[in-house]
């Protein structure tokens, strides 16, 4: 099976002579004719009865036509996802991204990137707003929570679960608290996210709230932990955030017992036929980097 062949007929028909078609395809007009020739001997079957003044297609050329037409049509759209997919990441990656989420995180992301593909320029845009990422020309993001939007391709890549953290200098001068509810004996700095008046646990079927100060509310989780970390108190933070201050004897996590929120991770993207080599390159890095800090 010649494809040029094929090619060649379908354009003659959509053209509506050999010598449109010629000029399209920028082939002498003899060539086109040659074609459409071999194709009809190798099919065995006239596909065009030709005169002086125009063309026109027999009843198997009107069968033929329409079936190549669609198979090339499909064939061409293979080959634009094989070329898209085959492609160097390159050009602007707008991605929106909650703040909450940990400057090293973060970094790591961006830095690998940067790293593995120099051509491909990311634009993060830290914020807390639900960006529509259609209307307002974003890639991707990086969202916590349950999801909103059923129109967004959306994956899992893991879970941000918070706890009770404080430091050992802070510890040093105050018992620590037993039961969540001893917490309201402590200077408990708020993250805004997490509620200015009460704190939820769980263990197990056992639910607590418990009511805390409002002497500091800050909606920066870097903030809050640089404030806890310099013995200002106790506060709820991401463990993945905390994980290698614990292991450096910097953090200590209070009544491991309980369970404060946990938030499902998703990286989301809008829906589309092709994925372009960009913003898969940032969802297999990003995916590959949160699973591995959430794990």
Known sequence: MDFNQIAVFIKVVQAGSFSAAARQLSLPVSTVSHRVAMLEKRLGITLLQRTTRRLHLTEAGQIYFQHASAGLGQLLDAEAAIKVVAAEPCG????????????????????????????????????????????????????????????????????????????????????????????????CLQFTPMGKTAWAFSRGAQHVTVPVGQQIVVNNIGLVMNMVLAG?????????????????????????QWQAKQDPIHLVYPRQQFVSPGLRAFLDIAGKTLKTWLA
């Open 232 to 256: 200002g108190g106790v506060a709820l933070l991401p463990d993945y955030l905390c994980r290698q201050a614990c292991q450096e004897g910097r953090l200590v996590r209070l009544l491991p």
């Open 92 to 187: 602007l990656l707008r991605v929106s991204v909650l703040p909450d989420l940990g400057e090293q995180l973060l970094a790591s992301i961006l830095l690998e990137i940067r790293d593995r593909w120099p051509r491909l320029q990311v634009e993060l845009l830290l914020t807390h707003r639900r960006m529509d990422l259609v209307s307002e020309g974003v890639d991707a993001a990086i969202r916590a929570g349950e999801l909103e939007d059923s129109s967004l391709v959306a994956r899992k890549v893991g879970t941000a679960r918070w706890a009770v953290f404080t430091s050992p200098g802070y510890l040093a001068t105050t018992p620590a608290p037993e039961t969540p509810e001893q917490l309201c004996q402590h200077p």
